[in-house]
Nanobody
Framework: VQLQASGGGLVQAGGSLRLSCAAS????????MTWHRQALGKQREWVAI???????VYTDSVKGRFTISRDNAKNTVYLQMNSLKPEDTAVYYC?????????WGKGTQVTVSS
């Protein structure tokens, strides 16, 4: 399984970005997918998860602003980020567990200017 994250960039506070995580290999639509982020000098934290049946959970700091979704036909998971804040600045990673094995994609940088 390989994961490729993309869509990061520089945006002003209040703006929006959509991150994509394209999965290849033996992954199914029921495998959970999680977005994590790591700000400079801070520990990595989970941001949002989508599980089988498209159930979603968000960390408190992004509730109401971020939306995780998936397109099973494209094997891609998205993170729509609205009302971005400078504190959302971080490298964002996608991660999944397939048949007990953990996979991470390379991160994509999101920078929110004030």
């Amino acid at each position: 399984v390989q994961l490729q994250a993309s869509g990061g960039g520089l945006v002003q506070a209040g703006g929006s970005l959509r991150l994509s995580c394209a999965a290849s290999g033996s992954i199914s639509s029921t495998d959970p997918m999680t977005w994590h982020r790591q700000a400079l000098g801070k520990q990595r934290e989970w941001v949002a998860i989508i599980t089988s049946g498209d159930n979603t959970v968000y960390t408190d700091s992004v509730k109401g602003r971020f939306t995780i979704s998936r397109d099973n036909a494209k094997n891609t998971v998205y993170l729509q980020m609205n009302s971005l804040k400078p504190e959302d600045t971080a490298v964002y990673y996608c991660q999944t567990v397939v048949r007990g094995s953990n996979y991470w994609g390379k991160g994509t940088q999101v920078t929110v200017s004030s």
